[in-house]
């Protein structure tokens, strides 16, 4: 590599060997690093913001391995029973068990360790949520298209790992909080057909409470699920890697390039400096934010609980829709089948999950595209998926809601019957609603496009004909943004078909490929297409035609010209 | 192609415009190419990037700082018994967690600062491929897979094949049952309690019994069996901690005086509860959660968990929320020494519904 243009300000040179050379020729000579290295030390990743917020995902899981571990320590995950004679004297002579023992201990004995304990479960909430946002983005902007199905799948398991994790992260302290939770986890698994007594006995190693729980529990939240994690995080970069990262269209960002920064040594600093970032910002929550404070709850009894007792925000949904659930409970044969518990806290979330997980092979089935994608669409220029997660979000939300209804009733003086009855008819009403208003709204700012290309911005500059019209000036906007707004699909609407051939007969997949054209006639029929280079190059003669027409009329005016207070002449209104 | 994905991406790319081939054509508008570089302050005026250079390292500098300040918070504050406190916060938690903090932070800032400022911002242009291998990578690992099959002779010898299917299937077996033991099947535990005819309602602090004249109009009374608190002829609990705590989340109870005339007993409930006071389960039947509300005046008990609210006067019926059934009622009577006793267990398995609960 001799003499070739880099993006840096000088010459790589090479100096007299040093250490490190001799370090890496010595690694070099055993396993041939230099072949992947070579690819991979200047490789490009475009740069925007929304790009982040995956790694604010990745970096807070390196953090609760670290914070974990720590832990780890000091953490006794046994049930058996002790006599508390710690720090925290409220407790001296109770009776609880050594994980919420060793909790306190960690809390009020161990110098950082509440520090790292609420590190821990700020990064752990943190977590969950860079997910969830970064699944948003990754939906409403199209990257999870083709070729990147995979890594969509492996994105939403990622977020199901995260949220068994964090509930069995949260259930370790063994406080009342806790176990009310686990009461609620063993009342559902209780609710499944069949098996759900089994499912409880096996888990909890017999009855409620039962010895085991708390072992077993940190078996899974230590070991299991944080190397599921790791190892599909793992698939999940390196699949980034191999597809390298979508961009958004732009002049010179094709679907056969890459535009952006190397990733040494811009990157590993932007990078490897988030890190550092997302650390520091979890450290100063752990120190100035309290969360989980178990001492204040107690030990685990299965006679108490608190009023107001919420879990983590990212079972809210799941709680909301067991509070809101019909009273369904019904008798088959001599055996009961809990469905106000079966629904929405075992079905609701694998459905949830799985309509997820299958969206992109179910809109690729609508669209029939199965092109390769790797440039971004905006929100709008897909208004049915960005409608159908509105529609999910609106869903989610008023889930949420409703997993807060007491709460909501208290702070705002509602009833909570009202509430709930409320939210029984919004769950389904809502989330329609919801898709109306957002397809519509996009389609609308798809047509705000057209204006621009067709007719120029807005410039805010207010014209009076001679005859008293006023009108607003429009400008052409630039070449460079009117090419990043052009450079999406011309969709093609496709004809209804009737699914029988020209003699009337029904191909076999008629009843199939009639729903199919039906939905993807409902998917681009309403969408506003790019205008054609014609129709472009007509707007803009007659837009420059008009400004020729108009040209030497215009006054700027701020309508003190006929007050009396000054002339027209020297007017600088426009340099304001 | 000429093109060297190391070279900076220039006003005018060629690679990037009006790709025949690219899926979405640049029309209706040419692509115009990527936009010229602009330079920076600190490319061009030393003094700038003297100055960044300096901000940088100075950021850096304050990280260090705080790591030692961090060391100095660690053996300075005191936890445990006698915490060090600061404006009402735990000091030691406080000032390990903002020098802590501030380092990390700096030391992000600083890099990023870095990246920003001082290194180079010309964007690159890195070439796509697809997906996909090539269609000789294809066809030569197809070759080879088949070349290996036929090796091994996998289709020319069935009975060796289904063999080792049918052995690593069986293997199934082993990692199942040998799970069995995680814990023992549910038979009828579920439906069963520690009460028994005779034993006594206690108070769930204190072990007292109780009674019936110390249960106040619109009182609620959280109670328990005696036999958690019973001892046997050594002084010893006949119940462990651990055992109280699985029978526990069974057997607590509730116990609500009432105005005998506002309540409306089944008929073979008529003699289940002593002056008014009646005794349910404290274990909702949604999904196990203590119920604890009480409306005194509508007689209502309400769970906190997920609002199931049952009449206590009506049977201990469901009027709201998602709780499928009533909640049990402990047959309830006095005595020989006046103490409120259980008659006999629940009638029907208390908290949440479950498979086999009809049986």
């Known amino acids: 590599m001799s003499s070739i243009q880099t993006n840096g300000k000088t010459a790589a040179t090479a100096t007299k060997p040093s250490k490190a050379g001799a370090a890496a020729t010595w690694v070099d000579d055993r396993v041939g690093i230099a072949g992947a290295a070579k690819k991979n030390i200047r490789k490009v990743f475009p740069d925007h913001w929304s790009f982040m917020l995956g790694e604010i995902a990745l970096w807070s899981f390196v953090i609760l391995l670290l914070s974990g571990v720590f832990l780890t320590l000091w953490f006794k995950p046994s049930m058996a029973e002790v006599i508390y004679d710690g720090s925290y004297e409220q407790y001296r002579g109770l009776h609880m068990s050594e994980a919420y023992a060793s909790t306190l201990e960690i809390s009020f004995d161990v110098r950082g360790g509440l520090l790292m304990r609420q590190i821990h479960h700020w990064a752990a909430q943190l977590f969950i949520a860079a997910m969830f946002v970064h699944l948003l983005r990754v939906f409403f902007t199209g990257a999870f298209r083709k070729p990147r199905e995979l890594n969509w799948v492996i994105g939403s398991l990622l977020l199901l790992l995260g949220i068994l994790e964090g509930f069995t992260g949260y259930s370790l302290p063994d406080d009342l909080l806790s176990g009310t939770g686990l009461r609620i986890a063993d009342g559902i698994m209780k609710s499944s057909p069949v098996i759900g007594t089994y499912l409880s006995f096996f888990l909890f190693g017999g009855e409620f409470p039962g010895d085991v729980i708390i072992p077993r529990l940190y078996a899974i939240h230590i070991l299991l699920l944080p190397g599921l994690l790791l190892a599909l995080i793992g698939a999940h970069m390196m699949l980034l890697v191999y597809h390298k990262h979508t961009q958004w269209p732009g002049p010179g960002r094709t679907e056969q390039n890459v535009v952006g920064y190397p990733m040494m040594p811009v990157y590993a600093a932007k990078a490897g400096g988030f890190f550092f970032i997302v650390f520091g910002v979890t450290a100063l929550m752990g120190a100035l934010l309290s969360i989980n404070p178990v001492w204040k709850y107690g030990p685990y009894n299965p006679a108490e609980v608190t009023a107001g007792s919420q879990p983590d925000w990212y079972m809210g949904f799941n709680e909301g829709l067991m509070r809101i659930m019909p009273a369904w409970e019904y008798e088959i044969g001599g055996f009961t089948l809990p469905l106000s518990v079966f629904l929405p806290a075992a079905l609701l979330p694998v459905v949830l999950l799985s309509v997820v997980m299958f969206y992109p092979f179910i809109e690729q089935w609508i669209t029939g595209d199965k092109r390769e994608h790797h440039l971004l669409q905006r929100p709008r220029e897909a208004p049915n998926r960005t409608a159908f997660m509105v529609a999910l979000m609106t869903f989610y939300g008023l889930l949420w809601a409703a997993g807060g209804n007491d709460i909501l009733a208290v702070v705002f003086r509602l009833d909570l ?13 809502g989330p329609v609603l919801a898709f109306i208003i957002a397809r519509r709204w996009a389609i609308s700012l798809q047509r705000h496009d057209q204006e621009k290309l067709l007719h120029g911005y807005e ?30 699909d011309r969709e093609e609407v496709p004809a209804l078909t009737s699914g029988e051939d020209v003699n009337g007969v029904p191909a076999p997949t008629a009843r199939k490929d009639r729903l199919r054209a039906r939905l993807q006639h409902f998917w681009y029929a309403d969408n506003v297409q790019k205008p054609t280079r014609a129709e472009l190059e007509a707007a803009r003669h007659h837009a ?16 003190h010209q006929f007050d009396g207070r000054h002339d027209i002449h020297g007017e600088e209104l426009r340099k304001h | 192609m000429t093109h060297n994905p190391d070279q900076p991406a220039l006003p005018g790319n060629e690679d990037a415009v009006n790709d025949p081939h690219a899926p979405v054509p640049a029309e209706p508008i040419d692509n115009p190419g990527l936009p010229a570089h602009h330079w920076r302050p600190t490319d061009v005026d030393p003094a700038a990037e003297k100055r960044a250079e300096r901000q940088v390292a100075t950021l850096f500098g304050i990280a260090s700082l705080m790591s030692i300040l961090f060391v100095v918070a660690y053996f300075a504050f005191e936890v445990g018994e006698d915490p060090d406190t600061f404006l009402g916060l735990g000091a030691s938690t406080l000032f390990l967690g903002l020098t802590l903090g501030t380092a990390l932070l700096l030391i992000g800032i600083g890099a990023i600062q870095w990246a920003r400022k001082l290194m180079s911002d010309v964007e690159m242009v890195e070439h796509r491929h697809p997906a996909a291998s090539s269609d000789e990578d294809r066809a030569s690992a197809v070759a080879a897979l088949r070349q290996g099959a036929d090796d091994s002779g996998i289709a020319r010898r069935p009975l060796i094949r289904n063999s080792l299917l049918g052995a690593l299937a069986l ?18 535990a579920l439906a069963h309690t520690v009460w028994r005819k005779g034993m006594r309602i206690v108070n769930d602090v204190s072990g007292t019994p109780i009674r019936p004249e110390e249960v106040e109009i619109g009182q609620l009374v959280n109670a328990e069996p005696s036999v958690f608190f019973d001892a046997d002829e050594n002084g010893e609990p006949i119940m462990d901690g651990h055992e109280v705590l699985v029978e526990k989340t069974k057997a607590a109870v509730i116990l609500v005086r009432m105005q005998p005339r506002d309540i409306t007993p089944l008929e073979e409930r008529a003699n289940w509860g002593v002056d008014g006071i009646l005794c349910y389960s404290k274990i909702c039947t949604h999904v196990g959660c203590p119920i604890s509300l009480w409306e005194q005046q509508s007689h209502h008990l309400l ?57």
């Open chain 1, 544 to 559: 420059q035609h008009e400004l020729e027409v108009h040209a030497g009329e215009e006054h700027a005016a701020d309508g």
């Open chain 2, 303 to 359: 769970c906190p968990c997920h609002q199931s609210t049952f009449d206590l006067a009506d049977n201990g019926k469901v009027i709201f929320g998602p709780a499928g059934h009533a909640l049990p009622q402990l047959p309830m009577g006095v005595d020989d020494e006046g103490y409120l006793i259980a008659l006999s267990d629940f009638e029907e398995p208390v908290g949440p519904s479950y498979w086999e609960r009809g049986e």
């Open chain 1, 417 to 429: 019957n009202q509430i709930t009855y409320f939210m029984r008819v919004a769950v389904v009403v």
């Open chain 1, 459 to 488: 410039t805010g500059v207010i014209m009076r004909s001679p005859d008293g019209e006023y009108t607003e000036r429009h400008l052409p906007i630039s070449e460079a943004e009117a090419f990043t707004i052009t450079a999406r």
């Open chain 2, 171 to 188: 293997l199934g077996l082993p990692a199942i049952v040998g799970l069995r033991d995680l814990g023992p099947a549910p038979g009828n």
